[in-house]
């Protein structure tokens, strides 16, 4: 039975050099050009990875090795089985991580795909709301916050894709302050969070954001 040990950022990483390395083949004829960019494939994709055994590893490093497009969907299609999915999680569980908002609109958890998710996030059309679920150290992590379309495009925090952006503001609660005293904090986020999902390579400006702004 496959051990699952590819979380979906590193999945999209794997994805990326893949593309870049088809590309190359394709425009670039000089042998010590490809060998390189073989070698920095197969590095990028190891360094994303902390901790390997060295199967995974052996299993990870054979896309230097492929010459055409076949060999390039067969290998993504063989990662499949050891993809990690997002931790199960309930309604019950989403609704407690927003306890003041009861008419809480969540999305059908069963037509989601969640070897592909890296966060779950949903807009509420009706308030102009986004609503984010995030897993960290074993719990999960709700945050919401207004959001405003600019229709414009400029790079998304969390998946530094070039794409339509919103404003997202999240108020959020200074430490020893008033009880009614809040502080706002807002940052750009792709509007399309399926896109977001496929393009994010990196958690690291998720979770700094999440963090700054949790409950």
């Not at 990875?49 to 055409?68: A, V």
Request: with cysteine.
């Amino acid at each position: 039975m496959s051990t699952p040990f590819i979380r979906n950022h590193q999945y999209n990483i794997i994805t990326k050099q893949a593309e870049f390395l088809q590309k190359t083949l394709r425009t670039v004829a000089d042998r010590r050009v490809l060998e390189t960019v073989r070698y920095r494939a197969a590095t990028n994709i190891i360094e994303a990875f902390p901790g390997l055994t060295k199967d995974q590893q052996r299993m990870l490093e054979q896309i230097s090795t492929f010459e055409t497009a076949f060999d390039f969907q067969r290998y993504l299609s063989a990662l499949e089985p050891y993809l990690e999915p997002y931790p199960p999680i309930t309604l019950k569980q989403i609704q407690k991580l927003f306890p003041k908002n009861k008419k809480l609109k969540i999305p059908d958890l069963g037509s989601i795909d969640f070897r592909y998710v890296t966060y779950l996030s949903w807009v509420d059309i009706a308030t102009n709301k986004l609503f984010i679920v995030y897993p960290f150290e074993g719990q999960f992590i709700g945050i919401e916050g207004r959001i405003t379309p600019t229709h414009k495009k400029g790079y998304c925090l969390f998946c530094n894709r070039h794409q339509e952006l919103a404003f997202l503001t999240v108020k959020t609660k200074p430490a020893n302050a008033l009880p009614d005293h809040y502080s706002s904090i807002g940052q750009y986020v792709c509007m399309e969070n399926q896109g977001c999902n496929q393009s994010i390579t990196d958690t690291a400006a998720l979770e700094k954001f999440i963090l700054s702004v949790r409950k």
